[in-house]
């Protein structure tokens, strides 16, 4: 290591003293608390608080370490007897009687398992998604976990990159919304509190951006949109109190997070007054390595420790390298001393010094209780978005008696949990083919066609069509298993695997009303299929009370009322697509002619000369924010509380809202707004508020969206962020495409 290096070494000691102040309103108590253990604490005890490992598998094996101080963490220990006997070591038996901080990925649900994320996302109701993650904390713990890694902000574009189905898709201010409820669903009141577990705002930053929808593939996002875009959610987490960051996996722009200084001390601390702390991605920090970014491991652990980083998932570095790091005044134990008193605060802000032991008799009443159930069904039930409902075919009426039941997603209870599902049962989630034989008053014809998603064996396929030969209407079950979604599960091609087409195909062949029910954990394309169904419910992954929530969907006792949170392409070959896009130079304005209107020998220049596919067009299959009801809303005129407002100001938008149609259901109210001109090229639209609006047939409600001019800021490289002076629109609507533009002006 060179001496500019060291002198390097040496600059972010004093940064780092600068940095371990923690955020204001911190506990003194703490603080001194952990004062006094870092001033009894050896070199190698410390090092241990920043390593964390993936349990051995057994107590025994873990014992020795735990004993010598030189683990910190333990992630995927889910037996409380073993947390409680690995405790019991830390805390009775080391030198100073350290907790373990023990973790689990969990990411949507412990036991009862919610929809996935993206699916919460589909609720648009904050509320619902806080009372997840809630459950999800509340069974965790029972099982001795204190610390998930979630919620997922990654920002994502493109249908293709399989941890979509971990995120709550492409849209900065609904992922930040959704984001802050898990936080505070996770971390409770009281993080002390012993059904509290620590979230981690993760990863962090830029993940969903991967090249080609590539897992692990590079980033390029730039200043501007890394501000305005993929920052956004993290702030929101950090404001909302989250405890630990995770750095993520990819590079952004030569740069990988995990040595990223200007993220995970700049922003993240300098800006955001963070003052949890911050853990690499599973073995992160040594694919420094293989990102070219480091020599050796003795490089990997300096570029993270100067980075950042507190804890070291999985690479160990940290403890190979560090001891002698420190000893060659590579790196000072001042930052070691940060990154310590980091970790050490969230353990005691989690009230482990006090109380590290799990009661092992919580779990059976608490797993799968009644009402986390109920609350998981209600999240289905809400994550359920209506795409097409010709001729009324649903719900179900009384005259549908015989309902043909088919499809590889009818009776899939692994699947239909979806990605990121470690101690989900399958033997506990119903199915929709379990949950609509227990219906009284109909009859189910069940023939799957096919034995799973990917299934090309078409034998089957004659017996779906039988069944629904014999039947009133068909229901026809398609999708993704859930392996083919979450991390590393990407895809080139999103369309129905196996012989799903066929199957549609063959079935809207019957002259049947086909009603066609997809679970998958990301935007399909699907548009052929949707020509072929009279009515398509699109299910993000529902989790364990999937099949409950269908049938109450499908017969009428509850009302679909998700609304979509990522945009759907025709193609593939349109992603990324999204509704919050730039006009561009030429935008499209849809008129331009598709491939097959092209006359033969067309001149060169005879096109729309703006910005389409000719093979797809501009429009998606269907924009974000939208889905359909049984019933039909009417938005009242918007009035706003003045055409122009002060920099400093509030715009209020009142609009009434009516149900005219003849079922109860739930309208997901948008506020879109425009900045027409601006120091940086805008948005064409930004959601900036939404609501969920409750209405019986005929019931009319008068909804109020409060709009401070500070929402509207951006960030620009020159000035970083502000209100710029200008020229506005809103849109008030049930979806990014509908409703007409209001003007309003920013002076
Ligand atoms: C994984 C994921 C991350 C997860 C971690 C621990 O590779 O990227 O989301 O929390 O490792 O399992």
């Given at each position: 290591m060179n001496t500019i290096f060291k002198l390097g070494a040496c600059a972010f000691a004093l940064v780092a003293v600068a940095c371990s102040k923690p955020q204001s309103g911190a506990n003194a108590e703490i603080e001194s608390n952990i004062d006094a253990l870092l001033s009894q604490m050896t070199l190698d005890e410390k090092i241990g608080q920043l390593n964390q490992v993936s349990s051995y598998g057994s107590v025994e094996a873990m014992a020795d370490e735990v004993r010598a101080g030189r683990i910190g963490s333990i992630l995927n220990e889910i037996e409380p007897a073993n947390v409680n006997r690995l405790q019991r070591i830390a805390m009775e038996e080391s030198r100073l009687g350290i907790p373990l901080l023990i973790a689990r990925d969990v990411i949507h649900g412990f036991k009862t398992i919610f929809p996935i994320p993206l699916g919460q996302a589909a609720t648009f109701d904050p509320e619902i998604v806080r009372e997840g993650a809630r459950v999800a904390a509340a069974e965790a713990s029972a099982a001795g976990v204190r610390w998930t890694f979630s919620p997922m902000l990654d920002v994502a574009r493109d249908a293709r990159w399989g941890r979509v189905a971990e995120g709550n898709g492409e849209d900065p201010y609904l992922t930040s919304v959704m984001g802050v409820a898990m936080v505070r669903g996770y971390?409770?009141?009281?993080?002390?509190?012993?059904?509290s577990i620590a979230a981690c705002a993760k990863h962090f930053v830029g993940y969903g951006a991967a090249e080609s929808g590539k897992d692990y593939n590079s980033t390029n996002i730039p200043p501007a949109q890394l501000r305005n875009v993929y920052l956004p959610p993290f702030e929101a987490a950090a404001a909302a109190g989250a405890q630990t960051f995770m750095s993520s996996f990819n590079d952004n722009d030569g740069v990988p997070a995990t040595g990223n200084r200007a993220l995970l001390t700049d922003i993240l601390r300098g800006e955001w007054g963070f003052d949890g702390f911050v853990v690499t991605d599973w073995n992160s920090a040594g694919e420094m390595l293989s990102h070219g970014f480091c020599a050796d491991s003795a490089e990997v652990a300096t570029k993270a420790l100067n980075a950042g980083v507190d804890m070291d998932m999985m690479s160990f570095a940290f403890v190979k390298e560090l001891p002698r790091l420190v000893k060659e005044g590579m790196v000072s134990e001042v930052q070691i001393d940060n990154a310590v008193r980091n970790i050490l605060r969230v353990k005691y802000r989690l009230g482990l010094f006090d109380n590290p032991y799990v009661?092992?008799?919580l779990r059976d009443s608490v797993f799968y209780a009644p009402s986390h159930l109920a609350a998981a069904k209600q999240a289905a039930t809400e994550s359920a978005v209506l795409l097409k409902n010709d001729n009324h075919v649903l719900p179900f009426g009384s005259n549908v008696k015989r309902i043909a039941v088919v499809g590889p997603m009818a009776d899939a209870p692994h699947d239909q949990m979806?990605?990121?599902?470690?101690?989900?049962?399958k033997d506990k989630s119903i199915t929709p083919l379990t949950a609509l034989r227990e219906r009284k008053g109909i009859s189910i014809n069940y023939a799957p066609g096919l034995a799973y998603s990917r299934d090309n064996n078409k034998a089957g396929i004659a017996q779906a069509v039988a069944a629904a030969r014999q039947s009133d209407v068909v229901v026809a079950f398609v999708g993704e298993e859930a392996i083919l979604s979450g991390e590393a599960h990407s895809l080139a091609d999103i369309s129905l695997k196996g012989a799903q087409r066929q199957l549609i195909a063959d079935l809207s062949a019957t002259g049947k009303p086909l009603v066609m029910v997809v679970m998958a954990g990301r935007p399909l394309t699907i548009a052929d299929e949707v020509a072929k169904a009279d009515a398509v419910l699109y299910m993000f992954h529902p989790g364990t009370m999937g099949g409950p929530a269908i049938a109450d969907l499908l017969l009428g006792d509850a009302n679909p009322s998700g609304k979509l949170p990522m945009t759907f392409p025709r193609m593939v070959g349109q992603v990324p697509i999204y509704y919050a896009h730039n006009n561009t130079g030429r935008p499209c304005y849809g008129s331009e002619a598709l491939i097959n209107d092209i006359p033969l020998e067309a001149g060169q220049t005879s096109l729309g000369n703006t910005s389409y596919h000719l093979d797809a067009g501009f429009d998606p299959l269907f924009p974000f924010g939208y889905g359909q009801s049984y019933t039909t809303f009417a938005y009242g005129e918007p009035h706003l509380s003045s055409d122009h407002i002060a920099k400093d100001g509030k715009l209020t938008v009142d609009f009434d809202l009516t149900n005219t149609g003849d079922y109860e259901g739930a309208e997901v109210a948008q506020l879109y707004v425009r900045d027409l001109h601006g120091s940086l090229a805008r948005p064409v639209k930004e959601l900036k508020r939404f609501q969920r609006v409750n209405l019986k047939p005929g019931e009319t409600q008068h909804v109020t969206f409060e709009l401070p001019a500070e929402d509207l800021a951006f960030w620009n490289?020159?000035?970083?962020r502000h209100v710029e002076p200008g020229q506005f629109q809103l849109w008030v609507a049930?979806?990014?495409?509908s409703g007409q533009p209001i003007a309003f002006t920013i002076e």
């Open positions: 971390q409770g009141d009281t993080l002390g509190n012993p059904a009661d092992e008799s979806g990605t990121w599902v470690f101690d989900g049962d490289p020159e000035e970083k049930g979806d990014s495409q």
